[in-house]
């Protein structure tokens, strides 16, 4: 039937989902009388991933930490992800966020070389080094670990 809660009506129908106890108000803009495309990777809603990308803090406060475990919510929904991601949930989040694909895995990954753990401070000890793009290495400098090398060194 029409929605109910105050916030869908005209905008919205109650839907009864198998595994609910009662029907939820969705908004049109969430159903389709078809059946959606498959997530992409071939991951499922509700499928648990790990993150392999290096760290990540965005402006509203949510995180990627290397391999911190989510769950797929669903396709990606942002313009520079979409159908090249999935939307996770990680626990320390306030929302789900779009990762790559190629930033997650289905099974935990390897640990960081060294012992090192994603986010612990680290200090620069060889020799000073500017590279062609501008960053720098400085002997002495304080850095966080974001995760494994990721060039062939």
Known sequence: GPATAATHKGKGV????????AGVDCYLSTLSAEAPE??????????????TGSCQ???????????????????AT??????????????????????YLT???????????GGYQAGQEVFFTGSC?????GDQLVYGDCGKVLGPATAAT
């Open 14 to 21: 109650n839907v009864m989902f198998d595994y609910n106890k």
């Open 38 to 51: 498959p997530v992409p990777g071939g991951y499922q809603a509700g499928q648990e991933v790990f993150f």
């Open 57 to 75: 803090t965005f402006a509203s406060g949510n995180k990627l930490v290397y391999g911190d475990c989510g769950k797929v919510l669903g396709p």
């Open 129 to 133: 080094q500017t590279f062609a793009d």
């Open 103 to 113: 930033e997650l895995s289905a099974a935990a990954p390897e640990p960081i070389p």
């Open 78 to 99: 942002s313009d520079t992800h979409k159908g090249k991601g999935v939307e996770v949930m990680f626990t320390h989040n306030k929302g789900g966020v779009d990762c």
